[in-house]
Each structure stands twice: as C-alpha cells, then as structure tokens.
C-alpha cells in the first residue's frame, strides 16, 4: 500500500514493542539510498520512476522509525557528486524533491517529525531552496524524530570546510591549536548536533560508504542490503535492525570489558518469528 498509513498487522506491533523493550536500538541510523536507476531499468522505466518508488521506501522506513522511538534518520538523497548526472535527471529530482518537501510537510507535522538538512545547500536550485526552508522551519519546535536530508553533500566537502573555519578562528585567535581535540574539530562540521551514526545501512549490494558522513561514520554498525532502495521496505528494515542488534560493538574494548548484554535467546526467537510473520 502506498502512503504513510499501512496497516500494521498484530505481529508487526508485537514486534515494534519487543524491539523498543530491548533498549538497544541505535539511537541514529544512517542510510545511503542506492538503485533507484537500476530498480527502474530492470522494469523498462525511466530512472526517475525508481527514484519517486524510493519515496515510498523513505515513508515506510520513517514511519517505523517513528513507531520504535529511534531518535534520528538521516538519509543520502544527493550527493555532490550526483551532479554530474544527465541535467535531465537531476532536474527530474529536484523536481521530485521540492514537490516532496510541499506536499509531506502535512505528515511530518502528523507525525511531530523535525526536518533539517545537511549539504552544500546554496548549490540547489532555488525552488529547492524555498521549499527546504519553509519545511525545516515550520517542523522546527517538533519534538519527535530528527529526520536529516543529506543534499549536495559530500563528507570530505564538510570536513574541508570544517577546516577552513578552525583556521579562520585560529588565525582570529578565538582558537589555538591545541585546543582542538575530536570534539571540537566534531563542533565544526554541520552535523554537530547530530549524535554520531550508529547504524549505517547501505542498499543494492555495494559496499561502499561512498563520501557520507565520513568523520561520523568511524565507529557506526555498516549493514549492506542486496535491495534496491525501493524494494527496501519495512520488513527490510526490520532485518536491518535485527542485524544491527545481534552484533557486537566494542569501541575498540575487549569483550570482555564489555558490559555484556545479550539479549535472552528467547527473545531472538520471539523476534525471528514475527519478522517472518510480518513477510508473508
Ligand atoms: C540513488 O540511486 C538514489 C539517489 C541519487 C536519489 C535518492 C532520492 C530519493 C529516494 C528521492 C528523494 C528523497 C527524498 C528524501 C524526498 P541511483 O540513481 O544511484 O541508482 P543506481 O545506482 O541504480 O543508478
């Protein structure tokens, strides 16, 4: 069903609550949005059509993210290196994205959804621009899911730029040298308010982070689905957070000076069964 509003069958619900009773979901997940194009032209449609399918996938993946109470989404919608595409593909997405940004702004104020953006955004179309800023400001006292468009973003550009502006303030003498540690250097670049990824999840099979969130990225969970993004639906997601929870994060540490915190191995059947009733 297209729309925010898919029916959530019992075993979806049982499962959302088992998921937020864990207390270990990531706090932020971070998705490369790859094969749009290729979902498209397997099916004989032009490449613009994978991208508007790709909507759908965005919806499904925000509305579960919503229900479970993860705190941050941010998605890789436009690269800058997308725009060395076909003019005729880029205007199709900006197209997409400024009449997207119209006509959700509804569902996100629904849902008490904030929206903000990260990217080299003075690069997008103005039309673009408009519709960003009115939707980043009308959602901006919302108190649920921070949901971030990466646009025109690339991570080395932001981390060069972060370094441009400690060198200002170095030179100024608002900052020396010494004082810049991680921290600092992280307050610099635009996802400063942002916690740091935990979950990246990349889509059709590559495996690559291909210039996102670089600096961000350097401890996060990477999970890579053969799914082309607009067959990344719910259920996919649902794997994804699964996944995410069956491993191991150490942070560098031993495991055993770890905390361990197994989930019970009841659980994880629990969990199995209803992902498997949530497919069919
Ligand atoms: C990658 O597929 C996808 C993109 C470059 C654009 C993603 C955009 C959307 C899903 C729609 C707009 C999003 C929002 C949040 C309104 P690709 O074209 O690189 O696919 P390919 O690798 O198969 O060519």
Known sequence: MEGWDAVQSEAEQRLQELLRQCGRLPRHVAIIMDGNGRWALERGLPRVE???????????????????????????????????????????????L????????????????RLRAIGKLTALPRRVQQALRRAVEATAANTGLTLTLALSYSGRWDILRAVQ???IDVRRGKLSPEDITEERFASYLLTHDLPEPDLIIRTSGEMRLSNFLLWESAYAEIYVSNLYWPDFRRHAFYQALLDYLRRERRF?????????????????????????????
């Open 50 to 96: 994978g991208h508007r399918q790709g909507i759908q996938s965005v919806r499904e993946v925000v509305t579960v993210a919503v229900c479970l109470g993860i705190p941050y989404v941010t998605l890789y919608a436009f690269s800058m290196e997308n725009w060395r595409r076909p003019q005729a593909e880029i205007q199709a997405l900006m197209r997409l």
């Open 98 to 113: 400024q009449y997207y940004l119209w006509r959700e702004l509804p569902e996100l104020q629904r849902r008490n959804i």
């Open 165 to 167: 502006l400690i060198a």
């Open 252 to 280: 560098g540490m031993t495991a055993e000076q770890q905390v361990q915190r197994c989930l019970a191995e009841s659980l994880w059947v629990q969990l199995e069964e209803l992902l498997h009733e949530v497919e069919s």
